[in-house]
Nanobody
Framework: VQLVESGGGSVQAGGSLTLSCGAS????????MGWFRQGPGKEREGVAT???????TYADSVKGRFTISQDSAKNSLYLQMNNVTSGDAAMYYC??????????????????????WGKGTPVTISS
């Protein structure tokens, strides 16, 4: 399984950015995919997840501002980031696993139980 993130960069506070993740070798029919981030000097934070049924879950810190989506035909995952703040500056990672019914997709992301992740794409916020 290979996950490759792209789309990171510098964005002004209040602006928007869309991250993409291309997945290859990932063939589970029931799965979880998500984004987590880690800022400088901060702990890893689960940002959002989406499962194979399209159910989404968000961290409270991004709810209403970020949207996770997927294009199964393109084996791609996206994170639309709107109204970004300085607190959103971080390295963003795409993650994936087979479905996790015992803890749910977001629980799996938060607990670092997703076994596949990419190398990350950086997001910096300018004022």
């Amino acid at each position: 399984v290979q996950l490759v993130e792209s789309g990171g960069g510098s964005v002004q506070a209040g602006g928007s950015l869309t991250l993409s993740c291309g997945a290859s070798g990932f063939t589970y029919s029931s799965y979880c995919m998500g984004w987590f981030r880690q800022g400088p000097g901060k702990e890893r934070e689960g940002v959002a997840t989406i499962d194979s049924d399209g159910t989404t879950t968000y961290a409270d810190s991004v709810k209403g501002r970020f949207t996770i989506s997927q294009d199964s035909a393109k084996n791609s995952l996206y994170l639309q980031m709107n109204n970004v703040t300085s607190g959103d500056a971080a390295m963003y990672y795409c993650a994936a696993s087979r479905s996790a019914p015992s803890v749910g997709c977001y629980g799996a992301l938060k607990s670092a139980m997703m076994p596949y992740w990419g190398k990350g794409t950086p997001v910096t916020i300018s004022s």
